[in-house]
């Protein structure tokens, strides 16, 4: 069985495809919102090494992915195609479309920040508070949680990307990909490794 996409070497990447503000980035949201503490001192080179992204000294595509100046280079699907539409169906033309690439963590805040502005709000009363609650009709937790899970889990193999439509009664976020071996949709309503 062949390596998935993320877990290979890319052919032609060099290190300086990595962007090192990406990667500053990244060690500060690692260290001070997660606590981890990095063994030497948080070089790119040595921030990859350490995250298990480098193979014998070769970038993988998840680096790329993840911290690179131009990551659809090495892997062009790997975007998120974002559709708003007005009603309860496809129309054309699309309403509001935007294809969002750059790295996993930018695809993810600019889709949900995609979604997000387009939902549904309501602002509560000042009962409690002087600041008054707004409330989204659907938890932006939820949208946050759901768009991470279709960009981490696609299948990076495929030429499809991610797409998100947004509707007058639903969202629907779905990707390249399918359950791994183990799992059935019947396991998926019982308890089950993530």
């Not at 930018?106 to 502005?117: I, T």
């Amino acid at each position: 069985m062949k390596d998935p996409f993320y877990l290979t070497s890319a052919k032609g990447e060099k290190l300086s495809d990595i962007a090192p503000d990406r990667i500053d980035w990244f060690v500060v949201e690692a260290s001070v919102k997660r606590r981890f503490s990095f063994e030497k001192t948080p070089t790119p080179k040595n921030v990859l090494t350490e995250l298990g992204l480098l193979d014998k000294k070769r970038l993988l595509h998840a680096a790329l992915m993840l911290f690179g100046k131009n990551p659809q280079r090495f892997c062009p699907a790997a975007v998120v195609k974002c559709s708003h539409y007005h009603g309860t169906s496809v129309t054309r033309p699309i309403p509001s479309h935007q294809v969002l690439g750059n790295t996993l963590f930018e695809q993810v805040d600019a889709a949900a920040d995609f979604v997000l502005s387009r939902l549904d709000r309501t602002i509560g009363g000042r009962e409690e508070t002087t600041a008054a609650e707004e409330k989204l009709e659907i938890p932006k937790e939820a949208i946050r949680e759901i768009i991470v899970n279709a960009v981490v889990h696609r299948d990076y193999d495929s030429n499809a990307s991610v797409q998100i439509d947004i509707f007058a009664d639903r969202v629907e976020i779905m990707n390249p990909g399918g359950l791994t071996d183990e799992l059935t949709v019947d396991d998926l309503v019982k308890k089950h490794l993530s």
